[in-house]
């Protein structure tokens, strides 16, 4: 964990750091952004089922997916919990307009070990995110219960993002996959420069 403390962008491969002034719209919108981060682990739940149910025959990959779904919910819980524990109670999903634009960069259609690519980067670029912004709450809220949940979920999601850009590379060419993955880090930082000042996770 030295390395990601020291230099979390490095170690995670992101073109753009968040602004730290992200964690003062937090602060104000706590009950919103814990509601906001409870559907992103059910979301993170589901597209780990969804990978299972669309590429079974990859053996490997479903038997790390169903540890992720028990994982996942377990994640959901915890921040459910926090929710309740605060006196509030969790608010309706809405969009995110961060995997929404993260979903437009690769192309529809190709082979179904492409689909399974561009699947796995984009989740892998997900959870880089998460960790990154997991590390800035963690490193920056004042309320000192909520950072060090935040600590403790960052450490799991950098584990997330290193398995989903593993299996990327395990099921596809591998000069190919890294060259894919450079140009979806640099439109990702395009769409941050557009999201950062939001109230969610990832805006």
Known sequence: MSQMSTDPIKMLGLKLPTDPRWVNIVEKNVEEILTDHAYCEQKATSTAISLIVSFPEYTELVQEMVLLVKEE?????????????RGWVMGRDRKDEYVIALLKFFPKGGSRTTQLVHRLLIAALIEARSCERFRLLSEELQDKELAK??????ISEA???TMFLGFARQYGERDEVDKKWQSLLEYEAEVMKGLSTGGSIHG
């Open 149 to 154: 949940f935040y600590r403790n979920l960052m």
């Open 159 to 161: 584990g997330h993002y």
């Open 73 to 85: 919910i377990s994640h959901f819980k915890l921040v459910h919990d926090k929710i309740i524990e």
